[in-house]
């Protein structure tokens, strides 16, 4: 059973982001804002596989969660460029990556989704009025979400790296 | 005689005697100086539970509510009549079906519940969801189990509205906050803080007349047209039991 759980460990690790997505654990916001969960999954799984491997994980994470969202506005280039830009630097510092790095990187990433959203959403709503009031919302949206990512990926992140890592190490 | 005089000495007013006749001759001058008004003023207060005209008004404010509900849903009922005729919006509280939130995204872009109640129940795209205080949102997708609520300060919700006191309508936009704007497409209008916001009557979206909330602040500088920031009386953030209201048309 271990065996089994270990093995799938990154699939079963997977299910996890659109539960979290749904779910929005309160003792992890701040102001009802959640961190970027897909990213701390992300940056340990394109660092392992590099960076195709890791822009596909993104495609494929941005459709479930845009399925999950059912918005009009789409994650998908957001991931697909975190995934691409992940892998990079993971084969750059040869898997070798600092706790506080993951930090950094995620927070990065999360402004990267953030902006490529918040540009879809200041677009569609180009010619109405209440466009001024839209900049206010999506600052303080990306900012918090900024802080809470850099903030938990470090605990996350590891967690998951040394789970992957060790999964292709021992070759399961 | 022993024994006698064993029990006057056992009363304790025959040991203190002097002082009580005292005590009661002060007891009865005060009386007869304040002509016993101070026993009234006892009486008063004791007899108060038992008036006739207390208990009698809490008949008449029973039987006020009763008159009052009995108006009121004279009054729902005529509405729908009327609105039958005209063909417009109509609900009535037989068609609310309670539903509980399950997910909560109200801090994040996607501004959001998820109830417990979807097409199992009855529940369809574009029925409006309430909980105490008033309007939350309308039901935008739905599956077999649960239904998705796009909540009011969403950026993408837009719902007619009007404000009662001075009978202006416009459109009520969510900008991602807890405090959405309220667009009128008039200049000079007679709009000022406190005004109560309801969903409007001509709305082919919502029921008419349900409470959304109070105008916070007015902004009529802004341009080319007059904007009101609206303070929501449902909170989405602290609401765990929703009404989804059916719609008729």
Redesign the interface.
């Known amino acids: 059973m271990l065996r089994f759980l270990f093995r799938n460990c990154s699939i079963f690790t997977f299910l996890g982001i659109p539960i979290l997505a749904?779910?929005?654990p309160r003792l992890f916001?701040i102001?009802?804002?959640?961190p970027n969960w897909p990213i701390f999954w992300l940056l340990p799984w394109s660092i392992i596989n590099g960076p195709i491997n890791g822009s596909l994980t993104g495609l494929f994470l941005g459709i479930i969660l845009d399925i999950l969202?059912?918005?009009?506005?789409t994650q998908i280039p957001g991931f697909i460029i975190c995934g691409f830009w992940f892998g990079k630097v993971g084969f750059k510092n040869k898997k070798q990556m600092i706790n506080y790095q993951y930090g950094l990187l995620a927070s990065i990433g999360c402004f990267i989704c953030g902006i490529i959203?918040f540009v879809q959403?200041l677009l569609n709503?180009l010619l109405?009025?209440?466009n001024f009031?839209?900049f206010?919302?999506?600052l303080?949206?990306i900012s918090t979400?900024i802080f809470l990512t850099g903030l938990l990926a470090p605990v996350f992140c590891y967690w998951l790296f040394v789970l992957f890592k060790y999964k292709k190490r021992l070759n399961f | 005689m022993i024994k006698n005089r064993r029990l006057s000495s056992s009363r304790w007013w025959n040991n203190q005697k002097k002082w009580f006749l005292f005590i009661v001759f002060i007891l009865v001058v005060f009386l007869r100086l304040s002509k016993s008004l101070i026993v009234r003023d006892i009486y008063y207060f004791i007899s108060k539970p038992f008036w006739p005209g207390e208990f009698q008004r809490e008949i008449l404010r029973k039987s006020n509510k009763k008159e009052f509900n009995i108006k009121i849903d004279q009054l729902e009922y005529d509405n729908l009549r009327l609105r039958k005729l005209l063909s417009l919006q109509r609900s009535s509280k037989s068609d609310s079906i309670s539903a509980s939130v399950i997910?909560?995204?109200?801090?994040?872009?996607?501004k959001?519940v998820?109830l417990n109640k979807g097409k199992r129940s009855g529940i369809e795209v574009g029925d409006a969801v309430v909980g105490p205080g008033g309007l939350l949102g309308i039901v935008?997708?739905i599956s077999t189990f649960t239904a998705?609520t796009r909540l009011l300060t969403s950026?993408?919700s837009k719902v007619g509205a009007w404000v009662q006191r001075s009978n202006i309508h416009g459109i009520l936009?969510g900008?991602?906050?807890d405090g959405p704007?309220l667009?009128f497409y008039e200049k000079d209008i007679d709009i000022k803080a406190g005004d109560y916001v309801l969903s409007s009557p001509a709305s082919t979206l919502l029921p008419p007349n349900l409470p959304i909330g109070i105008i916070e602040s007015v902004d009529k500088n802004?341009k080319?047209?007059t904007?009101a920031t609206v303070q929501l009386t449902a909170d989405p953030?602290a609401i765990d039991w929703v009404q989804i209201l059916k719609l008729k048309i």
Do not use: A
């Open positions: 749904v779910w929005n916001s102001m009802d804002i959640q969202n059912n918005d009009f506005y959203y959403i709503h109405e009025e209440k009031f839209l206010n919302y999506g303080k949206i979400q | 997910s909560r995204n109200t801090g994040s872009w996607w959001k998820i935008e997708d998705s950026t993408e936009s900008v991602g906050n704007k667009i802004s080319p047209f904007t953030q």
